[in-house]
């Protein structure tokens, strides 16, 4: 029998199995008998009423809300498919619902993701991801943009859209956790390239007024002991401090050494504001569910930003790619786990780490470019996903790993295909979603039979 907790009026929630099977013939909940939110109850933990992380002899996991240790491996996206009319079209129709349900079994997966629709928020564990800042690298430049985040009605926008999810969310079980903004753009040279400026620049050269400018002067003015200090190290000619609030500052070499140093310690200080505010905000209105902060683009994600995050999320999150090659579908860097860099994030921010939205699509006639790395058939996609997963279970501090997406969309203003795993008319790509399912049933089956208590 399982622990029973109280769980509100989620308690009358059905309890969902994921069903892997073992070379025996054996399904996993035979194997290791699983709870409410898929838990594996061969590895037990706190039963607190809420997902929460333990260590478990080295070992980082999620545990679900009834103790038992979970893994999570989902897909993003759900709700596109309401969106195309195919498969969820009707919220208030149970076999449409059903059909979710039992593609993520058959393909052993235990959560929803983020994009999780409505009417599977009380079926299955999933996340709600939070845009507090329209700097997302996907974004085309009419809506990409920064913010001065030291001005308090920005800050008060943030804690209303707080409010109003937590209000909704905080007494649900099965949300696993929070996301903030999707991969902003942080790293400054980056930005630059990519954009012709970045958050630093942006909140130099605000006017005088402004709580940012108002901020940078004090964050020199600390950093520096005299104006002379700082005319020397920038070589200008600055008569005191508050004359720096009516100064512009885009026409400074960003590459001269004082100012590179300055521009990234004061990209740390935009973080912690940011980041301390929307933890203090996100406390006050849900302390039940974890903080998996922003969704780092992976090589975005500057140190002293994954510093300030690391005391205030409980989770890095981790989008490997797609940023390389000449096109869309054509880099490398969200092919292959790259150890180095994960290893580094995890050491740096001595957080556990989720991989929160990746894959590797392939070619199709009709649809011969994708967003992601394309790869020619659908069985090499399969067993580049595999290899990719092997991976990120065989890190002791990566807790899960989430698909894009569920449903495949064309994107006409990019002109490519957003390949999920079914197609756009909800039919799956059964090669690439036979191979996934082996895949995650074999890796779930290498990581907890071997912790199974």
Not at 91 to 96: C, L, Q
Not at 266 to 273: P, Q, S, T, W
Not at 352 to 363: A, E, G, K, R, W
């Amino acid at each position: 029998m399982f622990m029973k907790i109280k769980l509100s009026k989620y308690s009358r929630a059905p309890l969902f199995y994921m069903l892997v099977s073992f070379a025996t013939g054996q399904s996993l909940a035979q194997q290791i008998r699983t709870d409410t939110f898929g838990g594996f109850s061969g590895i037990k933990g706190k039963t607190t009423g809420y997902f929460h992380i333990e260590n478990f002899q080295g070992r980082q996991l999620l545990v679900s809300p009834e103790g038992s240790g979970f893994f999570a491996l989902g897909v993003n996206h759900i709700n596109s498919a309401d969106a195309s009319g195919v498969v969820l079209s009707n919220r208030n129709d149970s076999s449409k619902t059903k059909a979710v349900l039992e593609n993520l079994s058959r393909w052993n997966m235990n959560n929803c993701g983020y994009g999780c629709p409505d009417y599977l928020q009380d079926q299955l564990p999933f996340m709600v991801s939070i845009r507090f800042v329209p700097n997302g690298h996907y974004l085309p430049p009419k809506n990409f943009g920064f913010v001065d985040v030291f001005d308090s009605k920005f800050m008060d926008d943030c804690e209303q859209k707080i409010k109003v999810v937590a209000e909704r969310h905080r007494d649900n079980p099965f949300l696993i956790g929070y996301y903030w903004t999707d991969t902003p753009r942080w790293d400054i040279q980056i930005s630059k390239n990519k954009h012709g400026t970045d958050w630093v620049s942006f909140i130099k050269n605000l006017p005088p007024e402004s709580a940012g400018k108002q901020r940078f002067v004090e964050f020199l003015q600390s950093r520096y002991k005299t104006i002379n200090d700082f005319n020397k190290a920038y070589n200008l000619y600055f008569t005191s401090f508050e004359a720096l609030l009516n100064a512009r500052f885009d026409h400074l070499d960003v590459e001269y050494p004082a100012i590179r140093k300055d521009d990234n310690l004061f990209l740390g200080v935009i973080a912690e504001h940011l980041y301390s505010t929307l933890y203090n905000q996100m406390k006050r209105y849900d302390s039940n569910h974890l903080i998996f902060g922003d969704k780092y683009l992976m090589g975005d994600h500057p140190k002293a930003v994954l510093k300030a995050a690391s005391k205030y999320v409980d989770v890095i999150s981790i989008q490997p790619g797609p940023t390389k090659g000449p096109g869309p579908g054509q880099g490398d860097d969200e092919l292959y786990f790259n150890e180095e860099i994960m290893d580094e994030i995890h050491q740096l921010s001595g957080k556990p780490v989720i991989i929160c939205d990746h894959q590797t699509s392939f070619y199709t006639a009709e649809f011969p470019v994708t967003l992601w790395h394309q790869l020619t058939k659908e069985e090499d996609s399969a067993e580049a996903h595999h290899a990719f997963l092997k991976k990120c279970v065989e890190r002791n501090y990566i807790i899960g790993y989430q698909r894009c997406q569920y449903i495949s969309s064309y994107d006409t203003s990019r002109g490519l295909l957003k390949q999920g795993l079914l197609k756009e008319n909800g039919e799956a790509y059964e090669t690439f979603v036979s191979g996934l399912a082996a895949n995650n049933k074999s890796l779930m089956e290498f990581l907890f039979s071997n912790m199974k208590q």
